[in-house]
């Protein structure tokens, strides 16, 4: 199981959001990169970043702070990124700047076309978020839960060559609630493809709990607040889940 640390920029500042309110944001870092740093010193082995302006702008904003990450960590660390995603170009662009996996979120819903596309040009680099409240779809930034059942978009998009679902409830993110352990199977059942679990990862207890399903197909699993606030101490997460891997294996 892997765990990666979440860094969520806000005009140019590491962040968190609750419940996907950007007038609800705490700054926890006004140097984004020196935070990469301090989570690849903790023991990450990815790193998930999300340009919170770009998401609502529609188009990337916080591309200095987002360089500024990729020139500090290793190139064997990948980073995978989403927010304001919206065009070919521009997932070419962050490619190119060393980004690893590039987030399709609300684009892949709403012109799952342009998804289809990135998944023929660009093989192996292209994760899609699903964000859903009571198991339906929501987009742009939370502000609109759709009619689409997640279980059903998610395998629609498997097929077409995506290389894995962020599935975030919505209802749990920023809220230190613990994981919705029982939507986060039900998805990964459903799939060939790996799922990585977000929103509410709060404690050992949810790694845990998270550790128990990973033959399922939950790989990874993404923590933001409960890090940054100390709820959840992250070397001491990823080494629980190390030793309950080896334990299984």
């Known amino acids: 199981m892997l765990l990666i640390p979440a860094i969520d920029l806000k005009d140019g500042h590491c962040v968190r959001l609750r419940q996907g309110e950007m007038n609800d944001a705490t700054v926890f870092s006004e140097a984004p990169a020196d935070m990469a740093r301090h ?5 990450a082995r990815r790193l998930h970043l999300v340009d919170l302006n770009g998401a609502f702008a529609g188009k990337p904003v916080n591309g200095k702070a987002i360089r500024a990450i990729v020139d500090a960590v290793d190139d064997d660390v990948p980073v995978q990124l ?11 662009r962050y490619l190119d700047e060393g980004i690893a996996y590039v987030i399709i979120g609300t684009a892949a819903v709403k012109n799952p076309g342009l998804l289809r596309d990135a998944c023929v040009a660009f093989p192996g680099h ?4 699903l964000d859903a409240r009571d198991g339906k779809v929501a987009v742009e930034g939370w502000s609109k839960v759709t009619g689409h059942d997640v279980v059903d978009l998610a395998k629609k998009f498997e097929d077409y060559g995506v290389e894995a679902v962020i599935y ?3 209802g749990r993110d920023g ?13 990964a059942r459903a799939l060939r493809i790996p799922v990585i679990a977000s929103g509410g990862v709060a404690s050992l207890a949810d790694i845990e709990a998270l550790c128990a399903i ?14 940054y606030e100390g709820a959840l101490d992250f070397a001491a997460g990823q080494a629980r889940a190390a030793e309950l891997a080896a334990r299984t294996h």
């Open 39 to 43: 989570w690849l010193d903790q023991g």
């Open 82 to 92: 989403g927010g304001g995603i919206r065009d070919l170009d521009t997932i070419e």
């Open 126 to 129: 292209i994760i899609v978020g």
């Open 168 to 170: 975030t409830d919505i």
């Open 175 to 187: 809220m230190l609630t613990g994981v919705n352990i029982e939507a986060t199977v039900r998805l």
């Open 214 to 227: 990973e033959d399922e197909g939950v790989s990874a699993a993404i923590t933001g607040r409960a890090i």
